[in-house]
């Protein structure tokens, strides 16, 4: 079931790559499009080709998501406000273990926050009731934020590849009567992808954040659990 769910991370972005391509061909060049395709051969084969080729597409839109996620306007997942509040609140502490000394927080970045909220999670996934029963939503969620991710990726890539083909079949007529209504469709889909990639995004930080809350609190004992951290993230926590 889980690889099953991990394949279909990649296959629907590399089918709605697939899908917003023939749409757009659809309003742009529809008798053009329409002649190419029934040329093709349409016995089992193309559809089985089709998913493959999804799913290796959904893969490369997956790794340009993962290679630009770190950047903004993307970012992982914002921790950094959260850890600094569970610092002040005494429940965590962060240590550097070369040297024993505590980390200040300027120097943490919300990648150096993100790892240090999954090296927690991680850790207590089986000891901890809380996040051991909330364990299978926040990966579903994690799912569907990659999957977004890579969904909107592909958006950007089906608008390269619909001109690409566009001026293929059409033997480069640009007519912007015929142009300006895929053009904003395109520009919808994209936006409604990205829409939906930030609230997936703001809903799993809240999850998170409200089970992290109960469990430091469950384990707070009047002392702080410390998180060691190496020299070598903090220096790359730098900002």
């Keep these: 079931m889980e690889e099953t769910k991990k394949f279909l991370r990649y296959v629907i972005p ?6 917003e391509i023939s749409l757009y061909l659809t309003f742009s060049a529809q008798e053009d499009f329409f002649n190419q395709f029934k040329k093709l051969n349409t016995s ?3 559809p089985l080709t089709i998913f493959i080729a999804s799913g290796g597409l959904g893969f490369f839109f997956s790794l340009v998501y993962y290679a630009i996620s770190h950047k903004k306007p993307f970012n992982k997942i914002n921790y950094k406000q959260f850890i600094g509040e569970c610092i002040d609140k005494n429940w965590i502490q962060l240590i550097n273990r070369r040297n024993n000394s505590i980390v200040n927080m300027d120097l ?3 990648n150096a926050a993100w790892r240090i909220i999954a090296s927690f999670w991680h850790e207590r996934r089986e000891s901890s009731d809380e996040i051991k029963a909330s364990n299978s939503r926040t990966d579903s969620l994690a799912d569907i934020l990659n ?3 890579s ?3 592909g958006s950007i890539f089906a608008i ?3 001109i690409l083909i566009h001026s293929k079949l059409t033997h480069c007529d640009y007519n912007l009567y015929v142009l300006w209504f895929p053009l904003i469709i395109s520009i919808i889909i994209t936006y409604i992808h990205w829409i939906n ?3 997936v995004r703001q809903d799993t930080h809240s999850i998170v954040s409200i089970i992290m809350t ?3 609190i469950k384990e707070f004992n009047g002392k702080p659990t410390v998180i060691y951290l190496s020299e070598n993230d903090i220096k790359k926590s730098k900002e």
């Design 14 to 19: 590399g089918l709605l790559f697939f899908i």
């Design 44 to 46: 089992i084969e193309f």
């Design 108 to 110: 943490l970045s919300s």
């Design 147 to 149: 999957s977004l991710g």
């Design 151 to 153: 969904s909107f990726v």
């Design 160 to 162: 390269l590849f619909w």
């Design 197 to 199: 990639y930030l609230q």
């Design 214 to 216: 109960d469990v430091l």
